[in-house]
């Protein structure tokens, strides 16, 4: 009777193994699917811009490509907003506005079901969110969690968006860790200067450095969101600094 449990028992074992090897297997699969698609998009966007990831400053847009570009990437996706670059970093990504829930979360640009997901907003906004995961392979959002350096931080200050023709240069003035049920750092509009102030003072209390940079009331900022471990968060907020053409 013994020989017998100890015989079932190895069977589960082995089964259980080789169940939780496929599945990693099919994960890796996917997540290397994932990168493919966004790796490809990565280069058609270099090319249009005439720049690389790795350069400082921002790129200057051929017209005549942009326009094929824009008409590319909203043929392929509606939901197409703009794209977020940081130099030096991997986050170099489309983002999409998030018309329903929780779909980009497990979904690709191409809307393929995928655990990468999609970068994505919710609304244009005073205080534009933007959700990606920290994914382990180091892309999407990961790289927002290095923020947690001020060394980082020095080498990496300016967040890159291009938006309809323009690109739009946000420089980060705040960069902490929350609890995943404190929601108040997800306000996106303000019904008067002083609930904005008052936001403002709350996110560069918090900060785990002093960055320099210091809004105004009337500046435009985003706010970039992932994961950090079980039930915490990695916030980075920054302050539009100009527009280039």
């Known amino acids: 009777m013994n020989r017998v449990k100890h015989f079932v028992t190895t069977i589960l074992l082995l089964t259980s193994f080789g169940l939780s090897a496929f599945c990693l297997t099919i994960r890796l699969s996917s997540y290397e699917t994932g990168r493919e698609e966004y790796r490809q998009l990565q280069e058609q966007f270099e090319l249009a ?46 983002t999409v506005k998030n018309t329903i ?11 393929e079901e995928n655990p990468c997901g999609t970068i994505f907003c919710l609304e244009e906004a005073e ?48 960069c902490y860790t929350v609890r995943e ?7 996106s509009h303000f019904i008067s200067e002083e609930e904005k102030q008052t936001y403002l003072e709350s996110a560069e209390r918090k900060s785990l450095y002093t ?12 706010t970039l969101s992932t994961c950090l471990g079980k039930g915490k968060r990695v916030i980075v907020h920054a302050v539009l600094l100009c527009y280039t053409e």
């Open 49 to 94: 811009a005439g720049s690389t990831a790795d350069d400082a400053a921002a790129p200057k847009v051929n017209m005549e490509k942009e326009e094929k570009w824009t008409r590319m990437m909203t043929s392929r996706n509606p939901d197409y907003v703009f794209w977020i670059w940081i130099p030096g970093t991997n986050i170099n990504y489309p």
């Open 211 to 222: 960055t320099g940079s210091q809004p105004e009331i009337t500046d435009s900022l985003i």
């Open 181 to 187: 049920e404190e929601m108040g750092i997800y306000q």
């Open 127 to 174: 205080n534009q969110i933007i959700y990606g995961h920290n994914m382990k392979d180091g892309s999407m959002f990961a790289d927002l969690k290095q923020y947690r350096s001020e060394a980082y931080f020095q080498n990496h200050r300016c967040i890159w968006i291009y938006r309809q023709g323009d690109w739009q240069q946000y420089v980060i003035f705040s």
């Open 101 to 111: 829930p929780g779909y980009y979360l497990n979904h690709t640009f191409s809307g």
